[in-house]
């Protein structure tokens, strides 16, 4: 892997962990995340920027380790947020917080250990 993928899953590694430990702090109740605008809109902002990173990893890594993530709807993602903030639905920012995080956070804990 690149110096510069390996860069970039660090920081999405850290904001997967950003938005696990808000979650904790509501204790992952949906409710509580619709009612605290400073914990919801955190968790968009991370969900954009782990979007933004994977935008950057390199077509080689995505083919290779990163296969098993579907990187263009991750893209997609971050692009409703940042483009069509509208259209952002506070149930798929839930159900990619409570569920597809956790996967992104266990694939790049996969991934860096054997990197460093």
């Not at 605290?36 to 994977?54: H, P």
């Not at 997609?76 to 159900?95: F, G, P």
């Amino acid at each position: 892997m690149k110096n510069a993928d390996y860069q970039r899953l660090e920081r999405m590694q850290e904001y997967c962990s950003d938005i696990q430990q808000a979650l904790e702090r509501l204790s992952c109740d949906f409710q509580a995340f619709c009612n605290d605008k400073d914990v919801r809109t955190a968790i968009v902002m991370y969900i954009a920027q782990i979007g933004e990173l994977s935008a950057g990893l390199s077509g080689e890594f995505k083919k290779n380790e990163g296969a098993p993530l579907p990187w263009g709807m991750i893209k997609s993602m971050r692009n409703i947020i940042v483009h069509e903030y509208h259209k952002v639905d506070l149930e798929t920012i839930w159900e990619t917080a409570t569920l597809d995080i956790p996967m992104m956070a266990n694939f790049c804990n996969t991934i860096l250990p054997s990197q460093q």
